[in-house]
């Protein structure tokens, strides 16, 4: 089988424009002589319309945008490769699976949901998670997200979801954020929503990087094998650096240093080599197992806990070369779930039979036109040969006079694919039943798995759900909206509730309002839902849902940044060896100084500040280092020191000092929380302490020290 990485088979070259040591010309390729004044009648005179070259520019600048995506508007991609670890023929015929080592190019696109495409990157927001595979049998779509249940069940409540998301019609506020009253006004009348409230109240939602989020494609769907047999699937992207978050008080301090941090962090680690990696894993559901759990494997607001079906691993993604042109690629990729391959299909999931109805109907406004996919990016590395024609923007001569099928003149062609010969066919699913508006009575509990995601959480990350949803509610102007979201919370976790109705100073009501009686009147019910009701998950807990727990979140810090604090004076040897070990791990040590340009050292060298206190701020890094030397007597005196020490602190980061500079910390507005027992807090007076950078090191793989709350917070 062809590896099509390799073979650099999707070559997009004929597509690129490079001007170095070319002439400026018009679209037209004549070249332009001034491109700096327009064409006037005397120098200070009238401005012609004969001037073409100026209408021209002008034009084209004035048609510069497109309608941005309704959801997932802000994203970052990048170009990368797919390679099989376990081929799984027994499961599925698709081409791109079957062998070990093959590769497929791919193009991931990561993204908020809710926001526009200027908004921050660090909104408490699930994220998208989308792969484009250009594999030899055509074009594979997985269109996931970074959580792997969703707010409803059906396709028809999603444009009511997303305008209550968005922004207040009214107003236009607030910009990607689900802190207000229409978000939560629907929320708590839709308590299917709430596994999903459990995940966006949770860190999930405010992940510490791109390259540290789990990927989940959330419907059952389908593999069928050459025989036919079709088992149910799961999908899942494990990442490789582990699943981490940042603290929801860091997420909305960066949204304001720096609102593009995730765009940042992922074309950083791409251009410096540290190539993001996920594992991609499944979970086989065997046909016959379709009614064996307590859940129903088409409703997307469940997940098939990790206890019950183990993930396999089948293959590991890999993003190496970042995009040449963000519009071209990132902005006019095209996803679809309904861009699958022979071998892979669809369940009767009825969000995502309504996902592929949606997604073809939006890149029609979007992009303006059915012929979409002749955009370089979109485009197949399997030949396409059918008999569909014209449409704004054609770019495919089709020569020949035949564009219909049946033909004769032209010889039939092109002819249709056998199965044998990998023609795609639909699963022989059996379907035979009445038409009807309703919801399965197996959609019906609305809490289990909200129960089993809240039981699997560690105290910390259950504190953070509560803060989280004091927050949300917080901004919430209408009491009884309030009031009924503790209703149903306290349907999730009693203690759940009381902790948030603290917050919000009210009291979790004891008579709950039921769909019959929560707000609307009866008419306007939602017809089909049923009376929800509860299902205990047979699994209690699972750590898979814990991000803190998880398996498989990792000790590595590699490509995580360090700020090291200088100023004159600073000890070159205690940088020099911290930069030189974080080089070991892969990480990075950024000199910050009260000033940039140079920082002079006590051996009479000279030291390049990376940022100043202005343009840094410990939001934007993972740990602090402080070395000794004389520097330390002007940093005391440093108020921006003190606030990049005490966020550091108050975000939970490691950070270390030796020598004088720790007088920095033991005088620090937060000295005396520090707890005895406190692993982040590194201060040694030995500065020739030569185990201090590698306990450092090891101190950050435990990535953050959320102890440490307890002490600032009760
Ligand atoms: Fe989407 N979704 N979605 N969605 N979705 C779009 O398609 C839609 C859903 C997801 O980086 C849109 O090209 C409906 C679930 C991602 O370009 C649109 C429903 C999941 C992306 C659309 C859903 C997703 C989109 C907007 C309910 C997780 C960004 C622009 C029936 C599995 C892809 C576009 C990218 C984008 C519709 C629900 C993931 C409007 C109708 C569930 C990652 O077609």
Redesign the pocket.
């Known amino acids: 089988m062809k590896n099509l990485q390799d073979e650099k088979q999707r070559d997009l070259s004929i597509n690129k424009s490079d001007g170095t040591n070319k002439f400026l010309t018009t679209d037209q390729g004549v070249r332009i002589n001034d491109d700096n004044n327009s064409l006037k009648v005397g120098e200070r005179g009238p401005s012609l319309l004969e001037d073409f070259i100026l209408r021209e520019k002008i034009t084209h600048f004035d048609h510069e945008r497109i309608p941005e ?4 508007a802000r ?1 970052s ?1 990048a170009h990368g490769f797919f390679e099989v670890s376990n081929p799984i023929p027994e499961l599925t015929k698709a081409g791109f699976l079957q062998e070990a080592g093959l590769r497929t190019p791919v193009f991931a ?3 908020t ?1 809710a926001g526009s495409r200027g908004s921050t990157d660090l909104a408490r927001d699930a994220r ?3 792969v484009k595979f250009y594999t030899q049998d055509g074009i594979y779509d997985l ?3 970074n959580i792997p249940v ?1 707010f ?1 069940q059906d ?1 028809s409540k ?2 009511d979801l997303v305008h209550a998301v968005k922004p207040e019609p009214h107003n236009e506020m607030p910009q990607a954020a689900s802190a207000h009253d229409t978000f939560w006004d629907f929320i708590s009348l839709m308590p299917e929503s709430m596994h999903m409230i459990m995940w966006v109240m949770s860190d999930r939602a405010i992940p510490r990087s791109y390259r540290m989020m789990e990927g ?4 059952t769907f389908r593999l069928i094998n050459e025989a036919g047999t079709s088992s149910f699937v799961k999908f899942h992207w494990k990442p490789k650096l582990g699943t981490h978050a940042v603290a929801w008080d860091e997420a909305q301090k960066i949204s304001g240093k720096n609102p593009d941090f995730h765009r940042e962090d992922l074309w950083e680690a791409i251009e410096k080599g540290n190539f993001p990696e996920w594992e991609l894993g499944i979970q086989i559901i065997p046909a016959e197992d379709e009614h064996k759990y307590e859940f129903d494997l088409l409703d ?1 607001t469940k997940i098939v806990p990790e206890e019950l079906v183990p993930v396999t691993v089948v293959g590991r993604m890999v993003l190496n070369k970042n995009p040449d042109n963000f519009f071209a690629e990132t902005e006019q ?5 309904g861009h699958v391959v022979p071998g892979i299909d669809f369940s009767n999931d009825p ?2 039979q ?2 592929l ?3 073809t ?3 029609l406004s ?1 992009l303006g036109s059915p012929n979409f996919h002749e955009i370089p990016i979109n485009r197949s590395i399997a030949p396409v040969y059918n008999n569909q024609r014209d449409g704004h923007m054609r770019q495919e001569i089709n020569v020949g006079r035949v564009s219909y099928h049946p033909n004769s003149l032209g010889g039939g062609c092109p002819y249709q694919a056998k199965i044998s010969e990998g023609g795609f066919s639909s699963f022989n699913e059996r379907v035979d039943s009445h038409k009807v508006r309703e919801r399965s009575e197996s959609f019906a509990d609305h809490f289990g798995q909200a129960k089993l995601f809240f039981n699997s959480q560690t105290p910390t990350e259950k504190s953070h759900i509560v803060k989280a949803l004091r927050f949300e509610l917080g901004k919430v102007e209408t009491t009884a909206i309030r009031i009924r979201m503790l209703g149903l919370l306290s349907q999730v976790d009693t203690q759940l509730a009381e902790k948030v109705a603290i917050g919000l100073g009210a009291t979790v009501p004891t008579v709950l309002e039921t769909p019959l009686n929560r707000g609307v009147s009866p008419e306007n019910e939602i017809k089909g839902q049923q009376e929800p009701r509860i299902v205990e998950s047979s699994v209690v807990s699972s750590d898979a849902l814990s991000m803190l727990k998880n398996p498989t979140n990792s000790a590595t810090i590699a490509s995580r940044k360090v700020a090291i604090i200088c100023a004159h004076g600073v000890s070159e040897a205690a940088v020099m060896n911290m930069k030189n070990a974080l080089v070991k791990e892969d990480a990075v040590g950024l000199i910050i100084a009260p000033h940039l340009g140079s920082v002079l050292t006590d051996t009479e060298g000279a030291i390049a500040a990376d940022f100043s206190f202005l343009t840094a701020s410990s939001v934007l890094f993972d740990a602090v280092y402080i070395p000794h030397g004389l520097g330390f007597s002007t940093l005391m005196k440093n108020d921006d020191v003190m606030e990049f020490l005490s966020d550091a602190y108050k975000h939970c980061k490691v950070i270390g000092a030796d020598g004088k500079a720790t007088e920095l910390i033991l005088t620090a507005p937060f000295a005396s929380k520090i707890s005895k027992d406190d692993g982040g807090i590194l201060l040694t007076n030995d500065v020739a302490n030569e185990t201090f950078a590698k306990d450092f090191i090891a101190a950050m793989g435990d990535h953050r020290f959320w102890e440490r709350e307890i002490n600032l917070y009760n």
Not at 216 to 219: D, K, L
């Open positions: 995506r309704i959801v997932h994203g991609g696109r990561f993204s949901v998208g998670f989308a269109v996931a997200n969703f409803i396709a999603f444009p989940f494609g959330v419907h997307p990729i095209a996803f679809h779930p969000l995502l309504g996902r109805f949606s997604y109907d939006t890149q979007r």
